[in-house]
């Protein structure tokens, strides 16, 4: 799924703040109750994430189809990334409105370098 991108503030598992481009979509996923959310930052000043590195993801299952897909967490103390499997959350369908939490969070995977 894409649309819409936004370049917002990536927090490296080394502290340090980055410039990711990702779908706006991502950095609104939410729950419906407005409880998880990214919390996160426009990108101003900082430099891009380096190449090599792989963004922290989390994975979630569209409870109604079984779809899976996964999103960008934007800073690994977000609740979107602490937050247990089975956590109800909205993620944005194509050409439908959604109004309900429609999806679970599944897994996670952390950030990884490769040496390039």
Known sequence: MSGPAIKAVYTGDNGTAYSVSLPQWEYDVSDHAAALTQGGTPATTQPNLPKGVRRRRRYYRITATGVEGSFTVLDSTSNLWTSAVGTAIQIPLFNSAVAANN???????GERTKAI
């Open 103 to 109: 999806a679970t969070l599944r897994g996670r995977t």
